[in-house]
């Protein structure tokens, strides 16, 4: 069985899951519908994505704004910095965010649930993204909101700005004071 931490941000939770190794390699259960039900998070994952991306690439941070997503993240290959924004508009944590290192090695998975903006940053020379998500993805529903809204104030673990890589579109992001999401 998984190991399931509360954050401080209601609703997203760091999962541990029980590896078992031996001579021949590993295996783990990577989702479990009964642990996640077990542990008070019922979802209905829909859709499954991967993505590849090598050292300072920043994706994010996105959203969909009619059709919201939770998401299930892991890493498969290599580490990235993991961010998820808090946007439900009647949250106590509203434009709060928590951010945790994923990789290969330790495994740890983020449950992300719908009304948060996400993101992530590569930190190893490439890596292997995966997540599941429970709502199919709708390109004219697409949102972001600026990765370094002063407002937010994401320390993203770089020691220069200028390592980071941006697609223009997650360049150009408004930030949330200009933006405020209905979600």
Not at 37 to 62: C, T
Not at 129 to 139: I, L, P, Q
Not at 175 to 182: D, F, G, P
Request: charged share 30%; aromatic share 16%; with cysteine.
């Amino acid at each position: 069985m998984s190991k399931f931490t509360k954050t401080f941000i209601i609703g997203l939770y760091v999962i541990e899951p029980s590896i078992f190794k031996d001579a021949r390699g590993y295996f783990f259960e990577s989702y479990s519908q009964k642990d996640f039900h077990e542990n008070g998070i019922d979802v209905n994952f829909k859709q499954d994505n991967e993505s590849y991306s090598k050292k300072g690439i920043l994706r994010g941070l996105h959203f969909q704004k009619e059709h919201q997503q939770g998401k299930l993240i892991r890493v498969i290959k290599g580490t990235v910095y993991d961010v998820a924004v808090d946007l439900r508009k009647d949250s106590l944590t509203y434009g709060k965010y928590y951010g945790i290192v994923l990789s290969e090695k330790n495994k740890k998975q983020f449950y992300i649930p719908e009304g948060f903006a996400h993101g992530f940053l590569v930190l190893s020379d490439e890596a292997i993204f995966s997540y599941k998500c429970t709502d199919f993805y709708y390109k004219d529903e697409q949102g972001g909101v600026l990765w370094n809204d002063p407002d937010i104030g994401i320390d993203w673990p770089v020691d220069s700005m200028d390592e980071i890589m941006l697609n223009e579109r997650d360049s150009n992001w408004p930030l949330l004071r200009e933006y405020r999401v209905e979600l």
